[in-house]
């Protein structure tokens, strides 16, 4: 999903406190902000314009006294040089009101990154009916790129699953000894695509027959993997490996429960579109002839 710029959008009356940190960059009061200790699931919004700036996905716990998350859904944020010369400013991609900073190398989480952000700058949206899948078929670049595409993905992100270590980075993970693999989480809207859909999707960008390999990349980290949020999903899952089956593919594909999701580092995150290089890891071939 893309946030635009200049395009039309209502701002709403704000409160001097409001007014002093989205308008004036402004900070308010450390442990004083209504989401600090929030961890319900759900969006935050831009309280200015209500730009989808955050997943609660991407809420860690700091104990700084601001609201920190890891990541920012896709094109929600920008970073500014801030004018005291040494920290990073991150704006509202769509309106431009000041959120907070961003502090890199602290080490909170794998992704190493941490935006902090004003209470007051956010409104929080408990989470509808919107569903999460998590998906493993190769390297996690190409999977994450195929699947963005698709109408009614909300947002994707690129991460570890399935293994034993606690916050494990790539290195880790690349060693083989952690048991996780590269995986996707998806968030997506049922009402406009399936998880059959979806399922059928991850099925088609990668060859399930193979175990623990894509193409040139060899490893248990690139193993093909559903790891399921709801015995619904695990039973259509089930059910389109029957299908593959009795289509002639000898399909290797994992089936597992969902457990901790660890967001890859940063620079991981939306890489083919950063690097402009083009997905050719992942390419779609119909499986199941509808």
């Known amino acids: 999903m893309s946030f635009l710029k200049n395009v039309p959008f209502l701002l709403v009356m704000l409160t001097p406190l409001e007014e002093y940190v989205m308008v004036e960059g402004g900070t308010e009061a450390p442990f004083s902000g209504e989401y600090v200790d929030l961890f319900e699931d759900g969006t935050y919004h831009c309280k200015r314009c209500g730009a989808a700036l955050f997943s609660s996905d991407a809420k860690i716990h700091s104990n700084t006294g601001w609201p920190s998350f890891d990541y920012t859904l896709k094109d929600a944020v920008e970073r500014r040089p801030d004018e005291d ?75 570890y699953t399935g293994g034993h270590l606690e916050s494990p980075g790539y290195e880790d993970v690349c060693s083989g000894g952690t048991g996780h693999a590269e995986a996707v989480e998806v968030v997506f809207d049922p009402s406009v695509i399936t998880f059959e859909e979806l399922a059928k999707s991850f099925f088609e960008i990668h060859d399930p027959t193979t175990p623990n390999r894509q193409g040139a990349d060899v490893g ?71």
């Open 85 to 159: 010369g040494s920290r990073t400013e991150i704006v509202c991609a769509n309106c431009g009101a000041h959120l907070g900073h961003v502090f890199e190398g602290e080490g909170f989480t794998s992704a190493d990154t941490r935006h902090c952000v004003n209470s007051v700058a956010l409104d929080f949206e408990p989470e509808a009916d919107d569903e999460r899948a998590i998906f493993a078929g190769g390297c996690f670049w190409g999977v994450e790129y195929q699947l963005d595409q698709l109408e009614g993905v909300l947002q994707t992100t690129a991460g």
């Open 220 to 290: 248990s980290q690139y193993r093909s993997a559903v790891f399921y949020t709801s015995e619904e999903q695990r039973v259509v899952t089930e059910e389109l490996i029957d299908r593959l089956e009795g289509s002639g593919f000898d399909v290797v594909t994992e089936v597992a429960p969902a457990g901790e999701f660890w967001p890859a580092e940063d620079y991981h995150q939306d890489y083919y579109e950063k690097s402009g290089a083009g997905s050719h890891c992942h390419v779609r071939v119909d499986k199941f002839g509808d």
